[in-house]
């Protein structure tokens, strides 16, 4: 069992940064593949980025050149650093674990957090 908390949401004028985290819980987080998603009101959970526990990265390529995945193994954290942010990327963040090599697709994931919100106001 793995508990995922995410943090560092909040409200950023556009153009601005944030940092969000998620820490998991359990020693075996070096084992597993970590992603990021988002869900806007309304709208479908959709991929933003993924790192898997060779630290290979992929990325939306609506969101590739303006955020960056990352993963502190001895501190069971994954990091996404979101820069020149627009008020489309308004929406709940959510951390998520996957037992395999992760991806894209929300259902290829086992774990997840409760989300942390962004706001970008237009």
């Known amino acids: 069992q793995v508990q995922l908390v995410e943090s560092g949401g909040g409200l950023v004028q556009a153009g601005g940064s944030l940092r969000l985290s998620c820490a998991a819980s359990?020693?075996?987080?070096?084992?597993?593949?970590m992603g990021w998603f988002r869900q806007a009101p309304g709208k479908e959970r959709e991929f933003v980025a993924s790192?898997?526990?060779?630290?290979?990265?992929y990325y939306a390529t609506s969101l590739k050149g303006r955020c960056t995945i990352s993963r502190d193994n001895a501190k069971n954290t994954v990091y996404l650093q979101m820069n020149s942010l627009k008020p489309e990327d308004t929406a709940v963040y959510y951390c998520?674990?996957?037992?395999?090599?992760?991806?894209?697709?929300?259902?290829?994931?086992?774990?997840w957090g409760q989300g942390t919100q962004v706001i970008v106001p237009s």
């Open positions: 998520a674990a996957s037992g395999d090599t992760g991806g894209g697709t929300p259902r290829w994931y086992d774990y």
């Open positions: 790192i898997r526990n060779s630290d290979r990265t």
């Open positions: 359990g020693r075996t987080f070096n084992t597993y593949a």
